[in-house]
């Protein structure tokens, strides 16, 4: 008798200790299921921050600033409250169309567009722009979409009645903005010439109108419009100086957009946008010019 109590009592003891083990392996199981929950919970909010910022980088990524100088009307200007348009204007609000990406117009000084690009302050730049090799030496280009000829705004003191003349004088004075490719052509052809550089157009135009340079050599629709701004002082020689084309810059480097460029380029006929600017320019090019949009177009 004694011997049967004494075997189930070793028995129940066993028993009992079995369910204590097995309990311990379920508070164990419940652990690391509590930590995996826990480890993918967390995995999950981390994931969902990185593609928040992601989306945010992309949406970023979907400004396309555009770099010009809004002082060249009817090309790059703003309206009286300050908002900008013109021809450049609306080619670059297409090509954001085109690219289904927001447009920022970024005015800056033409002699700093350049240098930001270069910094990553714009994306590109759409300001009438000449393409030179020194240029292409920072920047990537785009194929031209404008041809603009440079013409002479002189003063009538100076007495210059072509561009002949006004190559073969010696010590004439010659204003431009900084970097304007007019200032390579003045120190190439020009016979030891001065070359007053500004920041800007305004303060150029200023020089010549008071009689303390000769000639500027600019765009046509500048040039005529800086003698009706000073009919007295300032004269137009409507030969062309030089042919530049114009194009579109990129970074270096930045093939994706340069070659979306290129790919817009070729269809502004069939998106419309050449008629679109005549449309809403032509007569604005006729009142400055005397030629319409078309005298742009084409580089004969």
Known sequence: MKKQIFTMLIALFLLVGLSACGGDNKN????????????????????????????NTKENNDVLRVGMELKWPPFEMADTNGNPEGISVLIAEELGEYLGREVEIVDLSFSTLIPALESEKIDIIIGSMGITDERAEKID????????????????????????????????????????????????????????????????????????????VVDAASAVQISKNYP?????????????????????GDKELLEKANEFISKLDELGVNDKIKEQYDDKLNEIVGKGYDFYLYED
């Open 232 to 252: 007295d002082t300032v004269e137009v020689i409507y030969e062309p100086v030089y042919i530049s084309k114009v194009g579109m810059g990129v970074r270096k």
């Open 28 to 55: 164990e199981d419940s652990t690391k299921e509590n930590e995996k929950e826990t480890t993918e919970e967390n995995t999950e909010k981390e994931e969902s921050a990185k593609d928040e910022a992601e989306d």
């Open 141 to 216: 280009f785009s194929e031209p979409y404008m041809y603009f000829k440079l013409i002479s705004a002189v003063n009538k003191d100076s007495k210059i009645a072509s561009v002949e003349e006004m190559f073969s004088r010696e010590n004439l004075k010659f204003v431009s903005p900084k970097s304007f490719m007019a200032i390579d052509i003045i120190k190439e052809k020009a016979n030891n010439p001065t070359v007053l550089e500004f920041d800007d157009k305004s303060a150029a135009t200023l020089e010549l109108a008071n009689g303390n340079a000769d000639a500027f």
